[in-house]
Nanobody, 121 residues
Framework: QVHLVESGGGLVQPGGSLRLSCAAT????????MGWYREVPGEERELVAQ???????HYASSVRGRFAISRDDDKNTVYLQMNDLRTEDTSVYYC???????????????WGQGTQVTVSS
């Protein structure tokens, strides 16, 4: 069984920084895309950033230049460095990954449990 375990959320003042981590555990053959989404009550979950197995990245326009996504394939882990945080970044952040759990050529989509990020003075 595959699980995504997130860490690093918390409370930070505007202008501050946080780093989120998400480790994929279990039986894993390969990981294609890893990413971060966020969701606030009453709104749709939105893509924040994603990185492919070839280190190609994509960012939402609202975070480009402030956030940086990276991955460590030796640790099956994806990171989100968030700088210059704003109150509108307050949300629950979810890790997402497309994982091939065995030699069978099938990828499955997995989600983490979510971690709260609150930006407030």
């Amino acid at each position: 069984q595959v699980h995504l375990v997130e860490s690093g959320g918390g409370l930070v003042q505007p202008g501050g920084s946080l780093r989120l981590s998400c480790a994929a555990t279990g039986t894993i053959f390969s990981i294609h895309v890893m990413g971060w989404y966020r969701e606030v009550p009453g709104e749709e979950r939105e893509l924040v950033a994603q990185v492919t197995s070839r280190d190609s990245t994509h960012y939402a326009s609202s975070v480009r230049g402030r956030f940086a996504i990276s991955r460590d394939d030796d640790k099956n882990t994806v990171y989100l460095q968030m700088n210059d945080l704003r109150t509108e970044d307050t949300s629950v952040y979810y890790c997402n990954a497309n994982i091939q759990p065995s030699t069978s050529p099938t990828f499955y989509n997995y989600w983490g449990q979510g971690t709260q990020v609150t930006v407030s003075s």
